[in-house]
């Protein structure tokens, strides 16, 4: 079935730096998803791509669907405590009934006061 | 505004043990799901449902069954617990309009489950 790799596993850091992450996969997929999960909680969603090469923020959050249709990063800038948790990368093939997410591993940011 | 609630929060089981996670959204979401949460495996589907009285099987359905008979309840039934069912559950809605918006899910906050 399809895979995604996540990197970095997990990433410490100091308040105030950017972070980037990013998600590959071995086949294609026509959206791309990132979720954060807070410690205890479920995830939520944070920004959600459609289109190859698309460029989408949310606040400090920037996130790119790669051009391959492959892969897809997130970057965090002027990072602040509350960033703290993991962040799931997800994958769709087709938005049509059936289909399937599937997520990533994860990436556990701390951020350092 | 409720959104999901999954109940309970936490669960001690003994292994052969039997027992029904509960879930339910006030959002008349039509897609509800369950996913299983283990270290360094991200989230995996376990059963689906696109509707009312309609469920399908995700990638990790072994072990579990699940029932719709409402659109807001999608209770998940382990009929005989095991310690490779030691995990977090988490139960999501999405609307489902058309071929569009499944992606957008809603997490509830998660069962911890142990089985012993």
């Known amino acids: 079935g399809q895979q995604l790799n996540q990197s970095p596993q997990s990433m410490f850091i100091q308040e105030g730096e950017d972070v980037s992450m990013n998600c590959t996969s071995s086949s294609i997929f026509n959206t791309w998803l990132w979720y954060k999960q807070d410690p205890g909680e479920g995830p939520v969603l944070l920004i959600a791509?459609?289109?190859?090469?698309e460029l989408t923020s949310n606040g400090r959050l920037t996130a790119q669907f790669g051009i391959t249709r492959k892969d897809s990063f997130l970057n965090i800038s002027a990072s602040i405590p509350s960033d703290v948790g993991i962040y799931f990368c997800a994958g769709q093939l087709t938005r049509t009934s059936g289909s399937r997410l599937t997520f990533g591993e994860g990436t556990q940011l701390t951020v350092n006061p | 505004n409720a959104g999901v609630t999954q109940t309970p929060k936490f669960q001690v089981l003994k292994t052969g043990q039997s027992m029904t996670l509960q879930c339910a959204q006030d959002?008349?979401?039509?897609?509800m799901s369950w996913y299983r949460q283990d270290p360094g495996m991200g989230l995996r589907l376990i059963h689906y449902?696109?509707?009312?009285?309609?469920?399908d099987q995700g990638e990790v359905p072994n072990g579990y069954n699940v029932s719709r008979s409402t659109t807001e309840d999608f209770p998940l039934r382990l009929l005989s617990a095991a310690p490779s069912q030691t995990s977090v559950y988490f139960c999501?809605?999405?609307?489902?309009?058309?071929?569009?918006?499944?992606?957008?899910?809603?997490f509830g906050s998660g069962t911890q489950l142990s089985v012993l």
């Open positions: 791509l459609y289109k190859a090469g």
């Open positions: 449902s696109v509707g009312a009285g309609i469920t």
């Open positions: 999501a809605s999405s609307y489902s309009v058309g071929t569009g918006y499944r992606e957008k899910l809603f």
């Open positions: 959002m008349n979401h039509e897609y």
